[in-house]
């Protein structure tokens, strides 16, 4: 397997490269070219273009003087096998093939992937796809993708669906959340989850692991596969064809067999993953493994200004075994310090529609520094009234991190709308993820807990 | 029961008015004033000011020489009984208590407002609270609340939580969506969900009603109610305190107990109201319902321009018991007239990541024309590459939907961060709802299904 040279390449080429911003062959080049530092040198190919966006081309990777360490081929369908030939002449140790129309389609597409895979072979060449959107590495300043450049970060991705990885990075950049790298693997002739995973565990830049999964080609590889990988670093998988209609269409989308839910969840879960049902789950499960410390129990600590949102995550909380604990005699004294005397010192504690910077951080402080707590959930409904400012509250909750040395995980969830701005702006200078709803929150604490039972070896 | 009063006030009295921007007596005059219209003559009434907000101030409701229809209370707790009594004597219609620091607090509190209760009953006056934000109704210009005013539009809303409103509002405003009335009851000690009911189910500004409830103080009236309103209006309801541990949360927060919550759940099934599970879903359904024809059947169609998505969406719908028939013959030629060759006219139907404003427009067209389907949904990751617009996707599909007359639900799903601003936009001009996550658009396609099976007893 050569992921070294398709992740980390010094030299690039983009077989199919345009000039017409109409193809996605201008768009992978100009990704590719727009981002790149001067660790990489780029070789646009094109049988009749003269200069692609600045670049003298070559008609074929043959006529490059320079050993190739990766290939992008962009071209039609029908001059795929030709291409791969040449890459193959040319011994280019890695090609993503993101030109699409092979197994997803029919058959005759299955049988071109079996040559492919065979002349790959032969030549000792590694594949990604066929029909993908690329790779993506923010540490080596690469977009390989016709999808948009994200952050950097250190969440890690793979994904079965390009789009659906272009939807978690558009979310994640609103919120000023990176990522470190991303693989869409198409139809997976070649690499595939099994191959992608040793390498993401021993990237150091990778704090935590997100798939979305359609189908497992070879399902016992890959679950011993993850639970070599999960003592290590935390995976969570969102699972496409999770029903027998949700199946239906994933053969149709990737032409794979998705395999039975159930099966996949159990042995997922005993290999020490955890399941997500969402992409909102997804993504915060990310969040909160990749940004946050590791937390050293399950007791959790909820503080509010609006009861009715707490009582919400009370209930979400309890769908994960999540028992709010009430607080000791000593810290209900210390809460009540801070606090309108109105305030009663539960858990979740409401500090109601009046409380301000200066009560999120004393409960903050207070609950942070409590050896009975494991990790502080902070909510906010942010008050448009007493002359509050809309991020006084989250200033107020991160400076009490800070200032107790960030040794427990925060989460906050900040519901608002528009008024939610400046609180991510804020989170994004202070690198502290964000949650905007009520259940994807209870899904990151969930991810912590469950991160901490498996480290532990508690379940 | 005041509710007209309440609701349609001609004269106001604000007692506990106040000039200072860090008091809610503040917050409450400003929001009153600064949306009113005409129709309304607004008396703040304050011991010591003389003026408030530019408006003369009156020191008891006493003083006023006008018939005062609704009151509202701001004042501190221990002057909250001597006001009522004033306002008895005066013949007030309706009291809005804002008021906090009785029954959620302690037991003396609950007898503060058995005392409040009984003053009121004797002189004939519905109130509304205590420990409570207040109302709106923008069908009459009206924000007599703390919380910062929506946009108009015809969702009506009941919650137990005032922020829990607030925090739906900011979401919804967002998407340019409105609402109608909202009701934040707090305490319950007079008017409850059983006595606004009839009255939202009467106001014909009203579509669709959530409720977010933590407790039913006579749960027998409210099933009773609950089924005489469903077979006119649809009713959504979010309960908190679905758990144990949200129960114990709810008791903290309105000094309510909450109700078992499968008995509920069952009984609010029978009597025909949905239920949702997380504000996402609330909004959601309430959006869907509200600004939707209704569906003639359960018979649905998706369009997508990425694999993934569709196959998330199939699996969430699959959730809800809907499912995704198979195109005939006839309508799987007419997709495939204006589709890209390698397209699949399967359901849902993948346009491929080059669709654009023409495909969109072709496939939504061909499916809300065809017999064989009743609700159309549409999801798109929006693309960053070929030069597409980023509205262009959903330009296509509401084109199509005005072109058909919109005479069937047409949801919108559209996925992409910022890049989704000029979508909400249009959506905003079009008057359409946008859903910005699979799982919400399943929720509200299946309150749609859900509404077709009350309206035609077929559940």
């Not at 950049?173 to 002739?189: E, H, T, V, Y």
């Not at 309890?318 to 858990?347: C, R």
């Not at 995980?409 to 709803?437: A, D, R």
Request: hydrophobic residues 40%; proline residues 4%.
């Amino acid at each position: 397997m050569s992921l070294k040279e398709i992740f980390y390449p010094k030299t690039i080429a983009i077989i199919g490269a345009s000039d017409n911003p109409q193809k996605f062959g201008y768009e992978v080049t100009k990704n590719i070219i727009t981002n790149k530092d001067d660790n990489l040198t780029v070789f646009p190919i094109h049988p009749s273009s003269e200069e692609v966006l600045g670049l003298k081309v070559n008609k074929s990777v043959l006529d490059v003087a320079d050993d190739i360490d990766l290939a992008i081929i962009l071209v039609g369908q029908r001059y795929v096998i030709p291409v791969v030939k040449e890459c193959a002449q040319k011994k280019v140790k890695g090609l993503i093939i993101v030109t699409a129309g092979f197994s997803e389609i029919n058959e005759e597409g299955r049988k071109l992937e079996e040559e492919i895979k065979t002349i790959a072979n032969e030549a000792g060449i590694s594949i990604i796809g066929p029909n993908c959107v690329g790779i993506i590495n923010m540490d080596h300043s690469l977009n390989a993708s016709f999808i948009e450049t994200p952050l950097k970060g250190s969440i890690a991705m793979i994904a079965q669906s390009g789009s659906f990885g272009a939807a978690c990075f558009y979310t994640l950049s609103d919120q000023n959340i990176g990522i470190s790298k991303f693989a869409n693997l198409g139809n997976m002739i070649d690499i595939n989850y099994s191959d992608l995973l040793p390498f993401y565990r021993d990237d150091e830049n990778i704090n935590s692991i997100g798939l979305y999964i359609e189908a497992v080609k070879k399902g016992r590889e890959f679950y011993e596969t993850l639970k070599e990988i999960t003592p290590k670093k935390p995976v969570v998988i969102l699972k496409g064809g999770r029903t027998e209609q949700g199946t239906k269409s994933a053969l149709s989308h990737t032409g794979s067999l998705s395999s039975g839910f159930n099966a996949f969840k159990a042995a997922a879960t005993q290999a020490g993953a955890l399941m997500a049902n969402t992409i909102g789950q997804l993504t915060s499960g990310l969040k909160a493994l990749s940004m946050m410390p590791p937390a050293k129990g399950d007791r959790v600590a909820v503080i509010t200004n609006a009861g009715g949102v707490g009582v919400i995550l009370s209930d979400e909380l309890f769908d994960y075994d999540i028992t709010l604990n009430d607080f000791s005699e000593e810290i209900q004294v210390k809460l009540k310090e801070g606090l309108n005397p109105l305030v009663k010192p539960t858990n979740p504690v409401d500090t109601i529609a009046s409380a301000r910077e200066k009560e999120y951080y004393h409960a903050t402080k207070t609950l942070l520094e409590a050896n009975e707590v494991d990790i502080v959930i902070a909510e906010c409904v942010i008050p448009t009234f007493l002359e509050m400012k809309s991020d006084e509250h989250i200033k107020g909750a991160i400076n009490a991190w800070n200032d107790t040395g960030r040794k427990k995980p925060l989460l906050l969830c900040w519901m608002s709308g528009h008024l939610v701005e400046k609180p991510i702006e804020l989170c994004g200078q202070e690198n502290v993820p964000i949650f905007l709803e009520i259940e994807n929150v209870a899904f990151a604490c969930h991810s912590l807990v469950h991160r901490w039972k498996v480290t532990n070896k508690l379940k």
